[in-house]
């Protein structure tokens, strides 16, 4: 069996996931908080570490997770003020 992957899809997923993170910190952000936890993406070819780098230059680092915030299946991002 030959397996196919489309990587036009993943990087498409890939920010569908970044953007989707970004608009959780903005309404986070307006209702006060100053943190928050997306769920790790699986089985979907996304590097983890690549999406919280993305996700930090995308906001300027005003949202940024960090390699220590990724435990229990989550990335705890922060909203910086």
Not at 31 to 37: D, E, I, Q, R
């Amino acid at each position: 069996m030959r397996v196919e992957i489309n990587k036009n899809q993943q990087a498409l997923n890939f920010k569908k996931h970044v953007w989707t993170i970004i608009e959780i910190a903005q309404q986070k952000a307006k209702g006060g908080y100053t943190a928050f936890n997306y769920p790790i993406p699986r089985n979907q070819g996304i590097n983890t570490y690549s999406l919280i780098e993305e996700v930090e230059k995308q906001t300027e680092d005003s949202v940024y997770g960090g390699y220590k915030c990724i435990k229990d299946g989550s990335i705890r991002f922060s909203i910086r003020d």
